[in-house]
């Protein structure tokens, strides 16, 4: 998906981002900046009490998913002076280049998810029955940027984070490496509980009447899906084909539920189950975490709780 980039730089920089002095710098506490929330929740679990007073920031915050995210100038400014920087590096981030091109910070360490995930990064794909969109562009492949979705990715990337921060603050490594460790252990647990419940499922596909960020999860555990759009994609507004195709694959496979995304008014979905000739259809949300705000999290929203969550789903969609 190509985004057009909003002239944010320059302004950042005009506002007084070069008056930043070495010297302030240096007494500065170490300050983190990253761009969704699965991002910020492992920093936070990995600092644990925060021995530093590391200062930690959530880019998006107020329920603008990476997608559609365009950085203002203080994002620009927060990003030129941090120590650390964490972002997906998919097509949605292609503003980061220019924002990391003007850094003040020149010892600032960067970690690109996708970077840090090398071979494990899926290249979007379009199934049976799914609108293809088009990028109109021919750069190269373009990377499904979902891959907090994938517990497995999870413990792989925040190893990454755990050892940028024991770089930037080598006082306190061992409690960092210790935190990461028991988090870890965490994903872990949860990684199993997954497969465990897709292992005893009696079915194993999933059907989305609605975009579809989840393809990192379904591939680790064996899921077969469907779905109207794939994960990135800005289309609302399904074709007739589209309908009939998942209605019709809704009664060949005998599924009871329809997926959507959080957020989502469910009328595609609703559409997609009204044509499908078979009791009993149900509506089921997956929270991808695409919308997850500063409220929430103020409210107790955390990573593995939603992770949690969505496996409750699952185990109902999967019946």
């Known amino acids: 998906m190509k985004k057009i980039l909003i002239p944010v730089i320059a302004a950042a920089f005009a506002a007084g981002v070069f008056g930043v002095s070495a010297c302030a710098q240096e007494d500065a506490p ?166 465990a419940v897709v292992d005893a499922a009696p079915v194993k596909t999933l059907l989305f009447g609605d975009r579809f960020p989840f393809r990192y999860m379904t591939d680790d555990y064996g899921i077969d899906y469907y779905a109207a759009f794939a994960g990135c994609s800005a289309e609302t507004e399904a074709s007739f084909e589209t309908v009939i195709f998942l209605s019709q694959k809704m009664e060949e496979l005998s599924l009871h539920s329809i997926m959507a995304i959080e957020g989502s008014d469910c009328r595609l979905a609703e559409t997609i189950a009204n044509n499908a000739k078979s009791d009993g259809l149900q509506i089921l949300i997956l929270d991808s975490m695409q919308g997850t705000t500063r409220k929430d999290i103020e409210n107790g929203a955390d990573y593995l709780s939603i992770m949690e969550k969505n496996l409750e789903v699952l185990k109902e969609a999967l019946k």
Not at 76 to 81: E, G, V, Y
């Open 30 to 195: 170490i300050s983190i900046v990253t761009t969704i929330f699965p991002e910020y929740d492992w920093v936070i679990n990995i600092l644990g009490d925060n021995p530093a007073g590391a200062e930690t920031t959530l880019l998006l915050d107020n329920g603008v998913d990476l997608h559609s995210y365009q950085p203002t100038a203080d994002d620009i400014l927060k990003i030129s002076t941090c120590d650390l920087f964490i972002y997906v590096g998919g097509e949605s981030d292609r503003w980061v280049e220019d924002a990391l091109g003007e850094a003040v910070n020149k010892d600032m360490k960067v970690i690109n998810l996708l970077e840090v995930l090398g071979d494990h990064a899926k290249e979007e794909e379009i199934v049976e029955g799914m609108e293809a969109e088009e990028h109109g562009h021919e750069e190269g492949p373009e990377y499904d940027e979902h891959v907090w979705l994938s517990l497995r990715n999870a413990s792989i990337l925040t190893k990454s984070i755990c050892q940028a921060l024991q770089e930037i603050d080598p006082d306190h490594a061992d409690q960092y490496a210790s935190n990461e460790e028991e988090y870890s252990a965490r994903i872990d647990e949860l990684d199993g509980e997954y497969q």
